[in-house]
């Protein structure tokens, strides 16, 4: 894998490895996305192009493989618009049959935009964490043999799965969605769950596989993303009554512990590794939202939440990345 050599003035300095980290959160990716936006803006240039490796979770892991195929974040932008209130409105049904029509659609829509390519079709460096369920232990596709705990010699791409197959393992947030199946030539046919069950926010994962390229923590540049913290909003009849269920009302507690545990741990032993985290609350009814919306005002008022969020961080994100020579 090659590094970007970075000019800072006239000073030439120490290559730079680039990582960003995406979290999960269903349609609140819409926030990450606004983040993106600025930060590619500044950059002045692909963001599959300027990170060396991009890690996702579950709507972090669409975002991720969307930048690793050259797409910039308005074309991401168009495609959530898109994609977001189709799955989730296909949920509006009573359980289990939700579950099934929202997978389906998700399913529908990745195929749609994905096709058939598998991990080949990747410019960047990726992992897209999800869980194998049958085993109970993390699954995450990979791009590059270098990056691989073990099995280096018979290491093969995203496990020889398809695009659509592995973001579908990483977005099943049971039980909001199904448990699939998915096909892979060297994992079996594993029964899959999102990737939030694992680790919501990715960041430790990516800095763990970064270190195997780059042994000098200084060296590495992390921006990680969440997707914004926000009160719950008033549901209808029918979303009280799913919600009632511990099952439902637990998946929002759960991932969001999985986040703040990931991040704990990156605070406690990877503070020596160079980072913006920017993952704000908003705390106002106006903004009362969670990982199934649909409402497209909505989800364009999360998308300028994330721009101004890149606001906030903006002086220390000028700090570690460096934009792009004209």
Known sequence: MTE??????????????RVLSLDGGGAK????????????????GSLGSYFELIYGTSTGAIIAALLALGKSVAEILDIYLELVPRVMRAGLRPPPLARRYRSNALRREAERIFGDRNFDAFQTALGLVAVDYDGAKPMIFKTKADLAIGRRSSFEAGFGSTIVDALVASTAAFPFFARPRIATSSWGNPEVLDGGYAANNPTMLAIA???????????LAVLS?????YKEPKRSIAHQLLFSMWWFYMIPKTL?????????????????????RIDETYAGSEYATDLLESDRNKLEKLFVLGRTSFGAFESQVKQLFPPLAN
């Open 4 to 17: 970007n050599t970075i000019n800072v003035g006239a000073e030439s300095t120490t290559s730079q490895y």
């Open 29 to 44: 990716g819409l926030y990450t996305l606004g983040v993106l936006h600025e930060f590619e803006k500044y950059v002045g």
């Open 209 to 219: 596989d970064a270190l195997r390229v780059v042994t000098a923590p200084e060296r």
């Open 225 to 229: 993303i969440g997707v914004g913290h």
């Open 256 to 276: 969001e512990t999985s986040t703040n545990t990931m991040e704990g741990l990156r605070k406690a032993l990877c503070a020596h590794v160079p980072c913006v």
